[in-house]
């Protein structure tokens, strides 16, 4: 970054110019995406990451979606999770933690919501089959074997997740892998980057719209409160907090 610069990654919004040479965008478009620099009233967009917003959903739920819910799609995909067998998503009650419980019930799978214990009731909402704290050594050494583990939250959790993983079963997360992973070597540590996919958003976003998937908002606030919001986003939460130029 080169400084002063600008931060953020999603951004929803209204074509207002188009650039040489793009196609399938006119001006008044609604569109969302994944990019750079967001932190702003104008934003410059590549065309190749940019999607629409689809009908009925309005601009201020879409501009929660791109990255975290684009990042539970792949996170649970990654696992190769299939029907009949069983996953574990840690970090549930997250933006990407429900948006990986979501994918995984669409594949068919058995999913148990993992968070922490005063998360439980929360988490109950989020569509998994069972949930569990994973704060609790007792919960987590009394868990069947898994096929696969969903991880967004890392650390000791993970650690202790690897060794309740079936041989051959996955291991993806967004984070580092266990530092015990060599320990378990029939086990597949899968590294999830968000890479930003047109029909994997604009299906995401379809879901929040029709009710099937829920994003929370907890904060909306002006651009000019941007410090603030960064800032309170730093302390973790559930929800969402979005910025509006």
Known sequence: MHFPGLIGVDVAGTVVEIGPGVEGFSVGDR?????????AELCVVKAAVLAKIPKGLDLIRAAALPLATTTGNQLSSATGIQAGQTIIVVGA??????????TAKGRGATVIAGVLKRQVDQAKAVGGDQVVATDDDGVIASLPLLDAVADAVGGRTAEQLMGKIKPGGVFATVLRAPQNAARYPSVKVVPVFSKFDR???????????DGKLEIPISETLPLSEAAQAQAAAEKGGIGKILLVA
Request: proline share 0%.
């Open 31 to 39: 569109v969302f995406a994944m990019a750079d620099d967001t932190y």
């Open 93 to 102: 009650v997250g933006s990407v933690g429900r948006s990986a419980v979501f």
């Open 199 to 209: 029909r994997t958003l604009e299906f995401m976003a379809e879901a929040v719209r």
